[in-house]
T-cell receptor, first 114, second 115 residues
Framework: SQQGEEDPQALSIQEGENATMNCSYKTSINNLQWYRQNSGRGLVHLILIRSNEREKHSGRLRVTLDTSKKSSSLLITASRAADTASYFCATADLSGAGSYQLTFGKGTKLSVIP | EAQVTQNPRYLITVTGKKLTVTCSQNMNHEYMSWYRQDPGLGLRQIYYSMNVEVTDKGDVPEGYKVSRKEKRNFPLILESPSPNQTSLYFC??????????????FGPGTRLTVT
């Protein structure tokens, strides 16, 4: 099944800076989701953006979606040490059995230095 | 509290000894799924279930079995574990059947080591 790919693989920034992570995917989708994972723990859902939306905000998070380029970005503004985690994008294929499978990228590991 | 629980959280076992990892959700969710997470490979789906008695293979189903006899439970069974099944396992559930249609709630994970 198709897979999202995050870029960069790792990102290190100072507290207070903004962090941007990108995700590219391969096939048509209904929506795209972003998740966060603290080391070794379960994933936590951050935001879902539908294919007919271009931008969505949630607190310090801003997600964009460009379906023509099959890409999405996650921006975390004014980062905090507590934002240190891995971030994953996830998509489901538009049709057939793929619509029942959520496929995750390999993630971006974000380190926020106090 | 809405949650997905998994047991055990940590398990060390030997090759060939059958084991079951339990998963339970208290949100009356239709959809449940199992993933394994390995360094450099990300999360890969093992099996999923759209409703009671309805299960299907994900991307890496070999060596695993599942069942969905009740809506809240979705156990993962390793009939004859092998060292290449050493991994971090996650159970997840979501409200609707389409995997991408709504957020998934993840359990805390089960770290399995097969020697």
């Amino acid at each position: 099944s198709q897979q999202g790919e995050e870029d960069p693989q790792a990102l290190s920034i100072q507290e207070g800076e903004n962090a941007t992570m990108n995700c590219s995917y391969k096939t048509s989708i209904n929506n795209l989701q972003w998740y966060r994972q603290n080391s070794g723990r379960g994933l936590v859902h951050l935001i879902l953006i539908r294919s007919n939306e271009r931008e969505k905000h949630s607190g310090r998070l801003r997600v964009t979606l460009d379906t023509s380029k099959k890409s999405s970005s996650l921006l975390i503004t004014a980062s905090r040490a507590a934002d240190t985690a891995s971030y994953f994008c996830a998509t489901a294929d538009l049709s057939g059995a793929g619509s029942y499978q959520l496929t995750f990228g390999k993630g971006t590991k974000l380190s926020v230095i106090p | 509290e809405a949650q997905v629980t998994q047991n055990p959280r940590y398990l060390i076992t030997v090759t060939g000894k059958k084991l079951t990892v339990t998963c339970s959700q208290n949100m009356n969710h239709e959809y449940m799924s199992w993933y394994r997470q390995d360094p450099g490979l990300g999360l890969r789906q093992i099996y999923y279930s759209m409703n009671v008695e309805v299960t299907d293979k994900g991307d890496v189903p070999e060596g695993y079995k599942v069942s969905r006899k009740e809506k809240r439970n979705f156990p993962l069974i390793l009939e004859s574990p092998s060292p290449n099944q050493t991994s971090l396992y996650f159970c997840a559930s979501s409200r609707v059947r389409g995997a991408g249609a709504s957020e998934q709630y993840f359990g805390p994970g089960t770290r399995l080591t097969v020697t």
